[in-house]
C-alpha cells in the first residue's frame, strides 16, 4: 500500500534510526488506519526470541512485602513498555530449571533476598541468557548487580537516633537469611560503634520482615526490666506491628518509645506519629536493573558492570524524640 518493503515496514514500527522520520510516520499512521497488530509469535521465529522477560524473586510466601513487589514490578514494566512481556515467579517455588532457557527467556532479572538462590542464578549463567541482579551481592558470580546502599541507610538512621539522645537502642531484625538483614544491622552496629556505645545483644530481637513479627518482637522488649528508649525497626511493616503493640500495652510514641523504620513505603507519612524512615530506592533500582537487562538482549552491552549502588535517603518524621 505504502510501495516500500517488508523490512522498511518493520524497521519504522520498531523506530529504527535507519528509517526516516517521514517514512516512519506514514507507516505508522496506515499501521494505525487499519488496526495493524505485529505477529509476536511470526516474530518470535524469525528472530529466534521469545520476546519475554523472567521477574524472579527469592520468594513470594514471607519476607517479600507487598509494597517491595509493586515498586519493583512497576520499575521493571515502566522500562519495557510493552516491548516484552514480563514474567513474575519465585525462585522458592521452582521445581526444577528445565523451564529456564534462551528459549523461553530473552533476559532474566533477578530481585534476589537470599544466597539460597545462588543455585538459580548459577543456572542462568550457564543457559547464557542475560541477566541482572538486584538487592544483593552474588559472591563467587560475575554479574552485574544493582543495589540500595542499606548498610549507609541504616547507618545513617541509627546515627540521628543517637544524635537525639538515645543511647539504649533495640533493634527488630529481619529473615536471618536475607542479605539485607545483615547490611541493616552492620550499619546499626557501625554508628554504634562510631559513637563509642556498646550496643546491648539483649536488645537484639528477630523478625520476618511483617506486621506480625514486629508485633511480637515488641511485646517481647517491652517485657525487658530495663527498657530501651528507642527500636530500630529494621523495615517498615515491623515498625507498624511494633507500634500496635505500644498503642496496645498503653503506652505512647514517641513519648514511651522513639521507633524508626526502613523502606519509607507509602502509608508512613500518614502515621500516628509520622515514621521515621529510611527511603530505599526500590522502584528505581528495577529501572536501573532492567534498562540494563534490555541493553543486554539487544546487543548494546556485552560487559557486567560490576556492582551499581543506589544511594538511600534518611527521613526524619515525628516517631523519634530529642531526649536529654
Do not use: W
Not at 27 to 38: Q, S
Not at 214 to 240: H, Q, R, V, W
Request: aromatic share 8%; with cysteine.
Amino acid at each position: 500500500m505504502l510501495n516500500v518493503s517488508h523490512t522498511t515496514v518493520s524497521r519504522s514500527l520498531n523506530d529504527s534510526p535507519l528509517i526516516s522520520s517521514e517514512t516512519k510516520n506514514r507507516v505508522k499512521e496506515l499501521a494505525k488506519a487499519h488496526n495493524y497488530r505485529p505477529n509476536v509469535n511470526a516474530r518470535s521465529l524469525v528472530l529466534s526470541k521469545s520476546y519475554n522477560i523472567g521477574l524472579f524473586f527469592s520468594t513470594l510466601k514471607t519476607g517479600t512485602t507487598a509494597n517491595f513487589f509493586l515498586n519493583a514490578v512497576r520499575g521493571v514494566n515502566s522500562i519495557v513498555k510493552g516491548r516484552y512481556t514480563v514474567a513474575v515467579d519465585a525462585i522458592d517455588l521452582l521445581a526444577d530449571f528445565q523451564q529456564i532457557n534462551r528459549r523461553n527467556f530473552d533476559g532474566i532479572a533477578v530481585m534476589s533476598q537470599s544466597p539460597n538462590d545462588d543455585p538459580f542464578i548459577a543456572h542462568v549463567l550457564r543457559e547464557k541468557i542475560p541477566l541482572v541482579v538486584m538487592n544483593r551481592e552474588v559472591v563467587g558470580q560475575k554479574v552485574t548487580t544493582v543495589l540500595s546502599d542499606d548498610l549507609a541507610g541504616a547507618y545513617q538512621l541509627t546515627k540521628y537516633i543517637i544524635e537525639q539522645g538515645h543511647r539504649d537502642i533495640a533493634i527488630i531484625e529481619g529473615k536471618p537469611e536475607f542479605r539485607t538483614t545483615y547490611k541493616r544491622k552492620r550499619g546499626f552496629l557501625n554508628a554504634h560503634l562510631e559513637a563509642g556505645l556498646e550496643f546491648n545483644e539483649g536488645y537484639s530481637f528477630m523478625g520476618k520482615y511483617d506486621l506480625e513479627s514486629g508485633y511480637k518482637a515488641m511485646k517481647l522488649i517491652m517485657e525487658l526490666k530495663e527498657l530501651p528508649t528507642a527500636i530500630f525497626c529494621s523495615n517498615d511493616e515491623m515498625a507498624l506491628g511494633a507500634m500496635k503493640a505500644i498503642k496496645q500495652g498503653g503506652l505512647s510514641m514517641p513519648d514511651h518509645f522513639s521507633i524508626a523504620g526502613f523502606d519509607d513505603m507509602g502509608f508512613t507519612a500518614y502515621l500516628t506519629p509520622a515514621l521515621t524512615t529510611v527511603l530505599r530506592p526500590v522502584e528505581e533500582m528495577s529501572k536501573e536493573g532492567t534498562q540494563i537487562l534490555l541493553n543486554k538482549i539487544e546487543g548494546e552491552l556485552m560487559d557486567n558492570l560490576g556492582i551499581i549502588n543506589l544511594d538511600t535517603k534518611l527521613i526524619v518524621r515525628d516517631s523519634v524524640k530529642k531526649i536529654n
